[in-house]
């Protein structure tokens, strides 16, 4: 039976440690909570070593989402468990073996003593956490509920984590594929095409104009292969420098949301950003002005945020939700109507919540389709175009056979 070493939190606010022997991780949450102690962390020892399970255990320079996402639902559960926020923080950053979530638990930590709120404490941390998380927290602490908000908090940087690691892992394949591909061209321009260039300049005849292209190209390749990467530097840099402008950033935004697969894949992870956005918002009290204000923060596409800012107007006028959004025309049909059915039966937060899991979802099977169609499509690319060099090459050498004979 493995065997786990622990850090829980007793009632009366206590850290404790020790080893038990169970069955897997659940087991040992279970035994803890019967003792009436909240478990922190439960580590596998195996073979010697241990191996963590704590979300601290990984050893980063800086906080990243799915730091900030553990720590969040670890803070949830301290709350619930009875805890100030005082005393949460200190257990947190007591059990943390990560040097930038340690300064970071410790800096809060010192703010909240020195009579800050938990709010204004995490304010000069803003750039490592979502731009709505804040005002969460403001929100919850106004109206009393901090560790009710702490939980939606953790189930919304969870929903977001595993959207954002559906993209990623979805992107894997495709991206080895076109790794692999240009290392084959690579690797046909640079070592095998000069195998054969003397055969064709020693036989005494002249190449034909799509063989001299192609060995054109392969000695290019060789003698300037520094130039070529340089050039492609100085393009990615200068995309970037334009990308990092307000008005660079809007126009490749707005070209995104017009190309033909790509602007509908981002339109429905951007509707699904905002409507969990603004659903968690709502839900925890925020006022709805306020609410979508931080929501247009949390949008990725400048394009589609500047137009939520719009909507301000329209809604201090005493409209709804609904028709602002249709008159955008970003917006699906399917999202405006839920929206419209949220705010007519009093249940817009849940409406938009509702939202979300539907594109979270489109997201997912948007992305499989793209995936089903762009790796055959690359791969047959792919294959054409080598194939296209060896039959070039192979009538070259089967011209100069006949001529030779």
């Known amino acids: 039976m493995p065997r786990y070493h622990y850090k829980a939190v007793t009632s009366s606010g206590e850290v404790i440690e020790g080893v038990i022997d169970a069955m897997d991780r659940q087991a040992v949450v279970d035994r803890l909570h019967a003792q009436g102690s909240t478990p922190i962390r439960a580590e596998e020892s195996a073979r010697g070593s241990v191996r963590s399970l704590s979300p601290f255990g990984r050893r980063r320079r800086r906080l990243d989402p799915t730091t900030v996402m553990h720590a969040t639902r670890e803070l949830a559960t301290l709350l619930r468990a009875g805890l100030t926020v005082d005393r949460a923080f200190s257990v947190l950053a007591e059990i943390s073996d990560d040097d930038a979530v340690r300064a970071f638990l410790d800096d809060v930590l010192r703010s909240v003593r020195g009579g800050a709120t938990l709010a204004d404490a995490l304010t000069p941390h803003k750039e490592s956490l979502p731009s709505y998380y804040i005002g969460l927290v403001r929100a919850g602490e106004a109206g009393g509920a901090l560790e009710s908000v702490m939980a939606r908090l953790a189930e919304a940087l969870e929903r977001a984590q595993a959207l954002r690691e559906s993209v ?88 995104i949301l017009r190309a033909p697969l790509a602007g509908d894949l981002v339109t ?90 539907i594109y979270d979802e489109e997201v997912k099977r948007t992305l499989q389709r793209l995936l089903a169609m762009l790796v055959p499509v690359m791969t047959i690319c792919i294959g054409i175009f080598v194939a296209g060099i060896i039959a070039t090459m192979l009538t070259a050498i089967l011209s100069s056979y006949d001529l030779s004979t």
């Open 168 to 255: 990623r892992s979805a992107m894997y394949y495709p991206a080895f594929v076109l790794i692999m591909s240009v290392l084959t061209l690579v690797v046909l321009f640079t070592l095998v095409i000069p195998e054969f260039r003397p055969m064709f300049e020693d036989s005494g005849h002249p190449m034909p104009a799509s063989l001299a292209a192609i060995i054109a190209i392969s000695d290019g390749l060789k003698a300037y292969w520094w130039a070529i990467v340089a050039a492609l530097l100085v393009v990615i840099l200068g995309i970037r420098q334009y990308v990092g402008t307000p008005e660079g950033r809007r126009r490749i935004d707005r070209g």
């Open 268 to 357: 429905k992870l951007e509707v699904a950003r905002f409507s969990r956005t603004l659903g968690t918002l709502l839900a925890n009290g925020v006022m709805v002005l306020d609410a979508l204000s931080i929501t247009a923060e949390a949008i990725s596409n400048r394009s589609i945020a500047e137009t939520i800012m719009s909507l301000s107007n329209r809604l201090k006028r005493g409209e709804g939700l609904a028709v602002p959004l249709t008159d955008t025309g970003i917006f699906p049909r399917l999202a405006v109507q839920l929206v419209q059915v949220g705010e007519e039966s009093g249940q817009l937060e849940a409406m938009l919540l509702r939202v979300a899991d």
